[in-house]
Structures are given as structure tokens and as C-alpha cells.
């Protein structure tokens, strides 16, 4: 009787693990600093993202990958604003894995970058689960979702390096509690940067922005 | 040499159907409505269900299954309001599945209602593609999220069998094209109901509860 040979499958985790190793590999060789920003649907990633195209282009050169479920729309929003951008559709799953992120990593003009932005899948649960090579997570939350969410949402706010609170311009119509928010933001991470902006207004982007020039290792 | 019993591990989504059939027999035993209200984190699923407490209790007998990975919070919100509740948490899961449904929906008092409304856990895209047992899924998106959003997660809005555009009290404050979203809704699904409402001033409420009421087979 022969011995047959056992195929071994190995984790997807692990997979995904190593994709992203590679992926820091790879930044490190060009000296590009990575974040993965993640929120909710409609939070407000998009509109960041336009307007640091409008207020960035003279300090710092980065590109974006979007990262979406079905459509280009939001990479056609960031093109109109000459950013350098790759749609990532996952084809029905819920965030980005790092595969995928490498492939559209490899493909960007990376001599000429300092810094890529990758726009998670809108959702405050799943892409926190997902390591994709990023040098930092950044949680994000619009005020019109209500102060609990983080203790709701826990493992993001957990998983990040730093929170946007967006939308401050719409405070003045809403019941939010601003302050509840921050507290409980800080029950989950006591020490990360918590910054408080409105894309539309553009209140708070300046100190968003010096804290992403100022990354370490740049 | 003996042979060895084999040990078969059904599918997961096949264990889930077989939890959602016996979900759907005991709710006709007792003759009970079942919907699975489904958005992102802070669409105002929990603020509708306290609205429908105030609106519906002497039409119809309702009970409301609250998913959250975290917290009671939103349990303790309906429970302010005499709702009769219970807390289904998926500790770190981004969606309700069948089996915990079916045990949370055997310890309600089953004789004594007409309809269990479910909340799913915030998330605009995993709860979708999970059947609980429940008669109808129900999509809802806040004007807050923007008008491409029945595009960019089209899953949901496929599976609904109606659709509810919530928060259109905070429209004068927004660029969001309401014509638009419903637009882009109709692209998904042409067919079902659409209500825009808002559980702050209460606009649209009555008709979607008369829809609620309205329900096949009860």
C-alpha cells in the first residue's frame, strides 16, 4: 500500500499574512508610508480624501486605493481631483485582503509616491480584522452615527493608530454628543491622535494632515 | 484493518437554512410576522423601533430581537420604551445568524405577539447574505450616507423586500439628492416599497407602518 500524499491547505489568515508582509517589504524598499482607513458607509472617506487632494499636492505625493464592493464611482471622485487612483472591487466580500492590495500596490507609480491612502470597504466591522501590509489603521465615524459606536464597534477603535471623528458641521442639527464620544473613544484607546474635522467645512483637516506628513520613519 | 467511521461536517449556510426553516415553522405555529431590519451603524435602525413603540401600541404586539457584537446598549434603549427585547450578541460576528435567532425567538412570549422585528448588527453588507428565518428583509439607508450607496452595495437592496431612506429631517443641511438615491434604489430593485421618513419629527412613519401592518397571511 502506498502512501498517498496529504495535501496541507494552509489558513487563509496565514495567506493573507504573508501577502502583506510582502506588501511591507515592498514599502519599506520605496519608503512609502501606508494607511488603511476604515469606517462606515458614508462616513466621509471619499470626501477626505478630495479634499487632501486640495490641500496636500504641494507636501506630500500620494496615491489612493479604493476599495469597493461593486462600481468605480469613487475612484472616478478622486480622479477628478488628479489623484493618483486604483479601484479594488472585492466582488461581493465585505473588505480588502491583502492580496489584492499588493497586486494594485505593485502597479502605482511607487518611485514617485510618499504616501498611499487605501479606502477600506465601507464597514465599521470586517476590514479591522484584516491585516493588508498598512503601516496604520485609521478609524473613522461621522457624528450623524451616534456616540455609541465605538463601544458598540469595539475591535477597530481598538485596532487603529488614530480616529477621525467627521462631519463636525452637522453638530449644530443633530443631538450627538461630542464629548460622550470622544469619552468613549478613549474607554477603548487611550493614546492614539483623535482628531475632529469636516471635509465639507474644512475644519480640523490641517491637524489630520500634519499628523500624516509627520509619520514615523519618513 | 477496521474501517474507520468518517466524520462529515455540513456547509455552515447549510446548518444556518436548516435553523432559519425551524425558525419559520414555529413562527406559523403562532401565526407571527418575522423582518430583519438591516443598515449601517447609525442609519437610525434603533431610533425607528422606539419611534414604532410610541406609534403602534395598541395596533399591533411586537417584540424586537437587538444584534449587536457588543453592549446592550440598544436593548436597554427599547427596553426604556416597554418594548419587550432581547439582547442577541454575535460577540465579534458581523451578522446575526440563524441559530441564535431561533433560540432568542423560542424564549419570547410567542402567544402574546403579532410581529418580531429583528436588528441586525450595523452593517451595510454581511447581514444580507444570511437567511434567519425571517418573512421579509427590510434595506434602510440614512440620507447621511449619500445617494450611491444602493449602488456600491447592491446586495442588500436586492434581497429587501422594501427599502427605507431615514433621517430626511436633516435633508436642508445635506447636498444629498434624494431623487438620486431613490433613483439608484430603483436601478437595484424596481419593484418593492420605499418609504422616506424620519423618526425625529416622525415624517413617513405611518406609512411605513401601515405597510408593517399590511403584511401577507396576518
Known amino acids: 500500500m502506498t502512501t498517498r500524499q496529504?495535501?496541507?491547505?494552509?489558513?487563509?489568515?496565514?495567506?493573507n499574512d504573508r501577502w502583506a508582509e510582502q506588501t511591507r517589504k515592498l514599502l519599506a524598499k520605496h519608503r512609502i508610508y501606508m494607511v488603511n482607513l476604515i469606517g462606515s458607509p458614508g462616513c466621509g472617506k471619499t470626501a477626505l480624501l478630495e479634499r487632501l487632494a486640495d490641500m496636500l499636492h504641494d507636501t506630500l505625493r500620494f496615491a489612493v486605493l479604493e476599495g469597493d464592493i461593486e462600481t468605480t464611482n469613487d475612484a472616478q471622485r478622486l480622479a477628478r481631483k488628479n489623484?493618483?487612483?486604483?479601484?479594488?472591487?472585492?466582488?461581493?466580500?465585505?473588505h480588502l485582503e491583502a492580496k489584492l492590495v499588493h497586486y494594485a500596490l505593485r502597479d502605482l507609480p511607487l518611485t514617485?509616491?510618499?504616501?498611499?491612502?487605501?479606502?477600506?470597504?465601507?464597514?465599521?466591522?470586517?476590514?479591522?480584522?484584516?491585516?493588508?501590509?498598512?503601516h496604520r489603521k485609521i478609524a473613522m465615524l461621522s457624528v450623524t452615527e451616534g456616540e455609541d459606536k465605538p463601544l458598540k464597534?469595539?475591535?477597530?477603535?481598538?485596532?487603529?493608530?488614530a480616529a477621525v471623528v467627521s462631519k463636525i458641521d452637522l453638530l449644530p442639527h443633530l443631538t450627538f454628543d461630542l464629548d460622550a464620544c470622544v469619552a468613549n473613544i478613549r474607554r477603548i484607546n487611550s493614546e492614539f491622535p483623535l482628531f475632529q474635522l469636516s471635509s465639507t467645512s474644512g475644519a480640523g483637516v490641517t491637524e489630520f494632515i500634519d499628523w500624516l506628513c509627520a509619520v514615523p520613519g519618513r
Open 6 to 15: 496529504i495535501k496541507v491547505y494552509q489558513d487563509l489568515m496565514g495567506e
Open 153 to 161: 464597534y469595539p475591535l477597530l477603535f481598538r485596532e487603529a493608530k
Open 112 to 134: 514617485e509616491l510618499d504616501l498611499v491612502i487605501v479606502e477600506n470597504v465601507g464597514n465599521l466591522v470586517c476590514p479591522a480584522e484584516f491585516d493588508i501590509g498598512e
Open 83 to 94: 489623484i493618483v487612483v486604483s479601484q479594488l472591487l472585492t466582488k461581493g466580500s465585505c
